[in-house]
């Protein structure tokens, strides 16, 4: 089958509710309102940083030993910068008013979760850090993302949703629906859909 030729991301954003905020819908508007002056393309760029670039931003400035240092906002120099006092030379956003309190909480939480870019669609390195972060799924359940097997031995990642007529009905990350005979899946997929179905 040709849904089965998709290998998608193994883990369950569910599984880390940290991940609530979220950098498209919750920091960038910060960012825009209180950064972009001095750090987007469509003005100009300083210190090399362009927030609005949201692969150079996950690419160049997010890990280990850069400003934003995922799961570790305390360390962040970026969040530093922020936390200064306005008279001190690194303060950020410089020549402007010190962000309210609750705006740096959220880039805060933002990095503790992991410092997600597009949480609906991760690069490899991203899902595994929140795998990490998360400690991996205990238990699965109808509500993570699986991995199911065919009998050919390929794969897929998928929400499981019901079984009936001797089809399984799997959800993608993408959204879309597929109803998968039961018959064309491995002994161990057929396994986990009558758990998950609870039969």
């Not at 991940?19 to 309102?33: G, H, R, W």
């Not at 998928?158 to 998968?180: C, E, I, P």
Request: charged share 30%.
């Amino acid at each position: 089958m040709k849904v089965f030729s998709t290998i998608l991301f193994t883990f369950s954003l569910s599984a880390l509710p940290g991940l609530a905020v979220d950098y498209k819908t919750d920091v960038l508007p910060i960012m825009k309102e209180r950064c972009w002056d001095c750090h987007a393309n469509e003005t100009k760029v300083k210190g090399n940083l362009a927030l609005d670039d949201l692969e150079e931003v996950r690419d160049y400035q997010i890990g280990k030993y850069n400003i934003i240092r995922p799961g570790n906002s305390a360390e962040s120099n970026f969040v530093e910068r922020l936390l200064l006092d306005s008279g001190d030379t690194d303060f950020m956003p410089r020549k402007a008013e010190a962000l309210p309190k609750k705006e740096i909480e959220t880039i805060q939480k933002w990095i503790d979760a992991g410092a997600i870019i597009d949480r609906e669609n991760m690069t490899e390195d991203e899902a595994e850090r929140v795998k990490e972060m998360s400690g991996g799924p205990s238990e699965p359940s109808a509500g993570e993302f699986l991995t199911w097997m065919n009998r050919e031995g390929k794969e897929i990642e998928a929400r499981f949703l019901s079984v009936a007529d001797g089809k399984v009905k799997l959800l993608l990350k993408n959204g879309k629906q597929y109803d998968v005979p039961i018959s064309s899946l491995s002994g161990a997929s057929v396994e986990q859909a009558k758990k998950l179905a609870g039969k």
